[in-house]
Every structure is written in C-alpha cells, then in structure tokens.
C-alpha cells in the first residue's frame, strides 16, 4: 500500500473525500461515508483488489455505481454519529487497534473538543492499553458495564481511571448510564460511548429508539 499514493480533499465528521491514482486508473472525488486514517486505507486496498482483477479481465467496475456503492457502505457501531448538537457517537473500540484508532479519529475530526465518555469493558481485555487511548480524547468519564459473564466490574474500571486523574461517574446499569449521559450532554461538545461490543450493541439499540 506504500505505492498508492492518495490525497484527502475534504474531511469531517460526516466523511471523507480523497484522490487517488491506482496502477494508472485514475479515482477522483471519491466520497466515504466511514471516517478515520484507518477506512481510507481500507478503501485503499478495496480499489487496489478491484483494479487488479478488472485488468486481470475477471470483473468489469462500472464507475458510477463503484462510487455510490463507496459512499453509501458503513459499519454499524465503528465511529457511528447517533446524534448532533451535540454529537453522539459509539464505537466499539473493544481492544488496544480498536481504541488506538478511535483516539487518532477523534483528534483528527473533534480536535481540542470537550467530550463525555461512557465506557464498559470486558475483564479479559488489556485495559491498561485501552484506556492510554481512552483517557487521551476525555477527563469526564461515566463508567459501566456490559451484559456479559465476562465483564470488568464498574468500581474496578473507575479505580484505574481515578488513578489517571480523571473524573467518573459510576452507573453499572447500561440503560441508566446511556440516560445519564443524555440527560448532561448539553455540557459537552460531544459524547463518546466506546469500549465493548456487548455494550455498544445494547448503546445503539438504546439511542435509534430515542
């Protein structure tokens, strides 16, 4: 991928849009609906796939529908807006990749922002890690759990993050910690709920029927 070279044109919280030149093809103004570094080098090795296999003559790519299909593809629970004014946004950035690439994304896209994190995690992760991205984007945390055997207790997640200086809040129900940040997000240029699956799946279910 050190070959392709790309530019992005625009950016924001609502996608991106990039240049790009591959084996002698060129795609310009393609639109992305998925935001971070990360889902442009995915689209990156998508197009590489493609215009391999168009020049090896085994699919044909009409342009028009390649770039809507590109505009239109997103993955539910990855940097996900659920909301604006402020924004709400989930994410399941459940291990170190994970919330090491919410951390870059959120710097690139709400820099110097005041957020609300709400997070739970499952006891089995490298927590440490998580949480040196975690508590790089936010110093006002509610913490919780997810529905899960395997979950890390809310009082033990709040002791490590206590211990880094920052302040929790600590609602062990998810659905009382989901109303909580909602009820005080006014005070926030954005609410961020990140860490496991299990607990980004129940968020979003929580937050589309609001």
């Given at each position: 991928?050190a070959?392709?070279k790309?530019?992005?044109?625009e950016?924001?919280?609502?996608?991106?849009?990039m240049?790009?030149?591959?084996?002698?093809?060129?795609?310009s103004?393609v639109?992305?609906?998925?935001?971070g570094?990360h889902?442009?080098q995915?689209?990156?090795?998508?197009l590489?796939?493609?215009?391999?296999?168009?020049?090896a003559?085994?699919?044909?790519?009409?342009?028009?529908r390649?770039?809507?299909?590109?505009?239109?593809?997103?993955?539910?629970?990855r940097?996900?807006?659920?909301g604006?004014?402020p924004?709400?946004?989930?994410?399941?950035?459940h291990?170190e990749d994970?919330a090491?690439?919410?951390?870059?994304?959120t710097?690139?896209?709400l820099?110097e922002?005041?957020?609300?994190?709400?997070?739970?995690?499952?006891?089995?992760?490298?927590?440490?890690?998580?949480?040196?991205s975690?508590t790089?984007?936010?110093?006002?945390?509610?913490?919780?759990?997810?529905?899960n055997p395997?979950?890390?207790?809310?009082?033990?997640l709040?002791?490590a993050?206590?211990e880094?200086?920052?302040?929790?809040?600590?609602?062990?129900?998810p659905v009382?910690?989901?109303?909580?940040?909602l009820?005080?997000?006014?005070e926030?240029?954005?609410?961020?709920?990140a860490?496991?699956l299990?607990?980004?799946g129940?968020?979003?279910?929580l937050?589309?029927?609001?």
């Amino acid at each position: 991928m050190a070959k392709i070279k790309y530019a992005v044109t625009e950016k924001s919280i609502d996608g991106y849009k990039m240049d790009t030149n591959i084996y002698s093809t060129d795609y310009s103004e393609v639109e992305i609906s998925m935001v971070g570094k990360h889902q442009v080098q995915n689209v990156l090795t998508a197009l590489v796939t493609l215009e391999l296999l168009r020049k090896a003559e085994i699919i044909k790519v009409e342009r028009s529908r390649l770039y809507a299909g590109l505009k239109k593809a997103r993955q539910n629970g990855r940097f996900e807006v659920m909301g604006k004014e402020p924004y709400v946004i989930i994410d399941g950035a459940h291990n170190e990749d994970g919330a090491a690439a919410l951390r870059k994304t959120t710097e690139d896209l709400l820099p110097e922002k005041k957020l609300l994190f709400v997070t739970g995690m499952l006891g089995d992760k490298d927590i440490s890690k998580i949480l040196d991205s975690f508590t790089k984007m936010a110093d006002d945390f509610v913490i919780t759990e997810p529905d899960n055997p395997r979950k890390c207790p809310a009082m033990e997640l709040t002791r490590a993050l206590q211990e880094r200086g920052k302040n929790c809040i600590t609602i062990e129900n998810p659905v009382e910690a989901c109303k909580y940040a909602l009820e005080h997000k006014k005070e926030y240029d954005a609410v961020m709920f990140a860490g496991s699956l299990y607990l980004i799946g129940r968020i979003r279910s929580l937050l589309k029927d609001n």
